[in-house]
């Protein structure tokens, strides 16, 4: 079981930037690829990015490309997303997740945060 918590969620303007990170509490985080998701009220719950085990490879929505990065630190066991020129739409709960394995298009999510509130005011 990989426990996994965010933070770095707050008020902002648009225009302005924001860094989430996701801690994982086991040692496996290492081994699994990493996502970030958002759900705005009324609205499903849609992807934003991932990034594999090694940090090698990544791939983003088309909303999140050039202005949004994710990364991770496998020595803290953290993934991170910056997120730069913050648009009032891109206001959200967002949630990092975990799968065993790196695979766009097919990511099995098995491990999921309680997500962490993102406010852009225009």
């Known amino acids: 079981q990989v426990r996994l918590v965010e933070s770095g969620g707050g008020l902002v303007q648009a225009g302005g930037s924001l860094r989430l990170s996701c801690a994982a509490s086991e040692l496996a985080f290492r081994s699994y690829a990493m996502g970030w998701f958002r759900q705005a009220p009324g609205k499903e719950r849609e992807f934003v990015a991932a990034?594999?085990?090694?940090?090698?490879?990544?791939h983003y929505s088309e909303s999140a490309k050039g202005r949004f990065t994710i990364s991770r630190d496998n020595a803290k066991l953290t993934v991170y997303l910056q997120m730069n020129s913050l648009k009032p739409e891109d206001m959200a709960v967002y949630y990092c997740?975990?799968?065993?394995?790196?695979?766009?298009?097919?990511?099995?999510?098995?491990?999921w945060g309680q997500g962490t509130q993102v406010t852009v005011s225009s």
């Open positions: 997740a975990a799968a065993p394995s790196y695979n766009p298009g097919d990511m099995q999510w098995r491990y």
């Open positions: 990034i594999s085990w090694s940090g090698g490879s990544t």
